[in-house]
T-cell receptor, first 110, second 113 residues
């Protein structure tokens, strides 16, 4: 059974602060996706990372894939209230169906 | 494309009643997934289809739950009889590839009283 852990479970910060959330797996995976879910909506894809050590940037969001392909991080610079939501990581092994983590609930206060 | 369309958005029903949730995937997507989301258990995969054929239903909680995909553009998830513990948000998602990008619908919030 794959184990996918996200931390922290909950994060409440002030507007303008930086933050990092983590996603860790007990096994190597072939690709990892990050989704954001806003209240009342379904998860929406932010990014897919497939190469060990890969770094992708999406405006103020920086995604990093660990060299060993077992972990990933999402860093948000100067968080804004619009960043509030549930951040989910999901991994696939050998093209099989995605396994989702429990998510990190982020609240950014203005 | 309008994305994945789910209906209804909200459903309130009495215990024991039959509930049917509906999903229209993105045209051309070969995979369709049904998820249930609760605060306690997070996002749980219930069942998924490939080319209208059920591939893995190991996440279906019990025989009260059933899902069908009669054609490439429509799927249903039925609960009969419904129980209060079935209250959750149910999501449908579709994808071109099994491990590819999933596009989720807006979900159906089910409340069983």
């Amino acid at each position: 059974t794959q184990l996918l852990e996200q931390s922290p479970q909950f994060l409440s910060i002030q507007e303008g602060e930086n933050l990092t959330v983590y996603c860790n797996s007990s096994s190597v995976f072939s690709s990892l996706q990050w989704y954001r879910q806003e209240p009342g909506e379904g998860p929406v894809l932010l990014v897919t990372v497939v190469t060990g050590g890969e770094v992708k940037k999406l405006k103020r969001l920086t995604f990093q894939f660990g060299d060993a392909r077992k972990d990933s991080s999402l860093h948000i610079t100067a968080a804004q209230p619009g960043d509030t939501g549930l951040y989910l990581c999901a991994l696939s092994r050998y093209g099989n169906k995605l396994v989702f983590g429990a998510g990190t609930i982020l609240r950014v206060k203005s | 494309d309008a994305g994945v369309i789910q209906s209804p958005r909200h459903e309130v029903t009495e215990m024991g009643q039959e509930v049917t949730l509906r999903c229209k995937p993105i045209s051309g997507h070969d995979y369709l997934f049904w998820y249930r989301q609760t605060m306690m258990r997070g996002l749980e995969l219930l069942i998924y289809f490939n080319n209208n054929v059920p591939i893995d239903d190991s996440g279906m909680p019990e025989d009260r739950f059933s899902a069908k995909m009669p054609n490439a553009s429509f799927s249903t998830l039925k609960i009969q009889p419904s129980e209060p513990r079935d209250s959750a948000v149910y999501f449908c998602a579709s994808s071109l590839l099994e491990g590819g990008t999933y596009t989720f619908g807006s979900g159906t919030r089910l409340t069983v009283v």
